[in-house]
Each structure stands twice: as C-alpha cells, then as structure tokens.
C-alpha cells in the first residue's frame, strides 16, 4: 500500500516538473520571439547600476518622457514623440531601468529614488540640460524624485495619470505581479508569467485602458509585447513592491518642488483615483497647472495624444 501511495506522488512530482519545464520552454520562446519583434532601437548609456535605453527625435527644448508600471517607452513612441519633435522639440523617451531594454544591477535599482538617480545620471552624461519631465503613472513619481532629490537637472514636470500617494489597495490589473517574495517572485516569472499574461492580456488591458478601448495594435506599436518576458514580469513585479517603501516620503515632501508643475488626468482612470492624486499634489502646490478628460481612463498617451500634446506644449513653455 505505502509503496502505491509512493508510486502515485513520485508520478505526480514527476508531471509537475514535466510541466514546469514545458512552461519554461515555452516562455523563453515567447521571449526570444516579443524582443526580435521590438528590438532596442536608441542609445545606451552607462550609469551606476545599470544600463539607460532611450530614444530621441527632434531638435529644441529637450522633453523626457518617463513610462509607467509594467510599460515602457514604447508607450510613449506610439503617438507622442513624433507630435512633439514635429511641435519643435527634442522628444526623449526613456526605458526605465530594469523595463523595456534598460538593465539594472539588483533589486535595490528598483526603488523609485534610485531610479530617478539612474535617470539624472543620464541626464546629466548625454547633456541633456533641465528638460520638461514627462511622468506617467509610475514615470510620475519618479519624476518627483527627480526634481526633489536632482532639482539642478529638471526644468519642470508634467505629470500624466500620475502616482502621487501610494493606493492603499493596488488595481485589479496588477494582481498577477503582487509577489512580495523575491525567490517566488522569480520562479513565477521563469514559468508561468508568460503563459498566464497571454490568458489574462485582454482582461488586463481592459482595466489599464478602460473606459477606453485598447488600440489593436498596442501590443507592437505600443511595446505590449515586450511585457511576454519573463525578465519584464520580474521587474514590474519588484517595481509594484519597491512603491511601497519610498512613496511616503516622497509625498511628504512635495511642497519643495520649485519647478513648475502641471498634471493631467482621465477622470475615470481605472488603476488610479484621479480625485485623490490631484488633492494631495494640489495641497501641497496649489499653483500647480490641473487639466482633466471626463470619459477617459489612465493611457492620455495613447488615447488622447492631441490633447495631452497641447498640455506638454504649454507646460514646456512655463519653463524658465
């Protein structure tokens, strides 16, 4: 009896590591195939803990573009880079580290005050002299810590469906990467994060556009492919957690940004409360420029592109 009970675990065990396997395979596959789709097709920059991706067009007053949660720059190429060098600027859009094509070394290159450091390193190497920042979402709250913790570099900020305070409670859309532990965090990205954000990627996608309709040619034109790689799932995962740690005492400081500072927000963003990021911004700025869309969710940069671009425009020409 014991030797069947045995027999039937060993043969259990023994399909649960065929499975994980297959899973595996197949993810870096899928890998191998979303990159060769999106290759990196910027500049490189060095800088202490990793490596910058970024690409630029345009010639003028440079604008930094600074992606989200899970996103990359791609989010940016989709519709506003083009507008905004044909408007006479230079656009730069930024992978942030450990997202898109940029490297970090370690977790720690997370936290949003060491990306913002990475970023101003970069900054500062390429020359690029106090451009408006362009934060969205996540990019948002790194740009605050840009322009609180490198206030030489930054000439103003713009700031798009922008994390201001940490939720108390994170978006449904992010459920699949809230993994606190490192170690699980990563053998769920080796195996099943591909296979499960493929089965989920319309759900998803409906909560991070909605109310709108996301674009079907998101996942190439918009960089959504590059999200189907297990390195993509680690880093948003530990992205989505590092938040935690650094949110609040960025918060407590805002009243000493002395930059310009304008937000722009779909009121009926799905992954954000709208109303609670302006309050707390606006309380501590209370001169800072507030422009909203009724009807619209938290993607402006690829929903509302027109508009979002005239809100860059007249931020940028608030700049010293």
Same mark, same amino acid.
């Given at each position: 009896?014991?030797?069947?009970?045995?027999?039937?675990?060993?043969?259990?065990?023994?399909?649960?590591?065929?499975?994980?396997?297959?899973?595996?395979?197949?993810?870096?596959?899928?890998?191998?195939?979303?990159?060769?789709?999106?290759?990196?097709?910027?500049?490189?920059?060095?800088?202490?803990?990793?490596?910058?991706?970024?690409?630029?067009?345009?010639?003028?007053?440079?604008?930094?573009?600074?992606?989200?949660?899970?996103?990359?720059?791609?989010?940016?190429?989709?519709?506003?880079?083009?507008?905004?060098?044909?408007?006479?600027?230079?656009?730069?859009?930024?992978?942030?580290?450990?997202?898109?094509?940029?490297?970090?070394?370690?977790?720690?290159?997370?936290?949003?005050?060491?990306?913002?450091?990475?970023? =101003?390193?970069? *900054? +500062?190497?390429?020359?690029?002299?106090?451009? %408006? $920042?362009? /934060?969205?979402? #996540?990019?948002? =709250?790194?740009? *605050? +810590?840009?322009?609180?913790?490198?206030?030489? %570099? $930054?000439? /103003?900020?713009? #700031?798009?469906? =922008?994390?201001?305070? +940490?939720?108390?409670?994170?978006?449904?859309?992010?459920?699949?990467?809230?993994?606190?532990?490192?170690?699980?965090?990563?053998?769920?990205?080796?195996?099943?994060?591909?296979?499960?954000?493929?089965?989920?990627?319309?759900?998803?996608?409906?909560?991070?556009?909605?109310?709108?309709?996301?674009?079907?040619?998101?996942?190439?034109?918009?960089?959504?492919?590059?999200?189907?790689?297990?390195?993509?799932?680690?880093?948003?995962?530990?992205?989505?957690?590092?938040?935690?740690?650094?949110?609040?005492?960025?918060?407590?400081?805002?009243?000493?940004?002395?930059?310009?500072?304008?937000?722009?927000?779909?009121?009926?963003?799905?992954?954000?409360?709208?109303?609670?990021?302006?309050?707390?911004?606006?309380?501590?700025?209370?001169?800072?420029?507030?422009?909203?869309?009724?009807?619209?969710?938290?993607?402006?940069?690829?929903?509302?592109?027109?508009?979002?671009?005239?809100?860059?425009?007249?931020?940028?020409?608030?700049?010293?």
């Amino acid at each position: 009896m014991l030797s069947t009970v045995l027999a039937v675990i060993g043969s259990v065990l023994l399909l649960v590591v065929i499975a994980l396997f297959v899973a595996w395979r197949f993810s870096h596959q899928i890998a191998k195939k979303a990159s060769a789709a999106l290759p990196p097709k910027g500049h490189f920059t060095a800088v202490s803990g990793g490596r910058l991706h970024w690409m630029e067009r345009g010639e003028g007053p440079p604008v930094v573009m600074i992606h989200g949660l899970g996103g990359n720059l791609h989010n940016f190429t989709y519709a506003m880079m083009d507008r905004l060098a044909a408007a006479g600027y230079r656009a730069i859009a930024i992978d942030r580290p450990g997202c898109g094509w940029s490297e970090r070394d370690s977790d720690e290159q997370a936290r949003v005050p060491e990306q913002a450091r990475m970023i =101003a390193e970069m *900054l +500062a190497k390429e020359g690029i002299d106090k451009p %408006l $920042v362009v /934060g969205h979402s #996540l990019g948002g =709250a790194v740009s *605050l +810590a840009l322009a609180l913790n490198h206030p030489e %570099l $930054v000439g /103003g900020l713009a #700031l798009v469906s =922008a994390l201001i305070r +940490a939720p108390q409670t994170p978006s449904e859309a992010f459920s699949g990467i809230n993994i606190a532990n490192p170690g699980t965090r990563r053998f769920i990205a080796e195996t099943l994060a591909v296979p499960m954000s493929i089965r989920n990627g319309d759900k998803t996608l409906s909560i991070v556009f909605g109310p709108d309709a996301a674009p079907e040619d998101f996942r190439v034109r918009g960089g959504g492919l590059l999200s189907l790689r297990p390195n993509a799932f680690y880093a948003a995962a530990t992205d989505m957690h590092a938040v935690g740690r650094d949110m609040d005492g960025l918060t407590g400081r805002l009243g000493e940004i002395a930059v310009p500072v304008g937000l722009f927000y779909g009121m009926d963003d799905r992954i954000l409360s709208a109303r609670e990021q302006i309050a707390v911004l606006t309380e501590a700025l209370p001169d800072a420029d507030v422009e909203t869309v009724d009807g619209h969710g938290h993607m402006p940069p690829v929903i509302e592109p027109e508009r979002l671009q005239a809100f860059v425009v007249r931020m940028a020409g608030k700049l010293a």
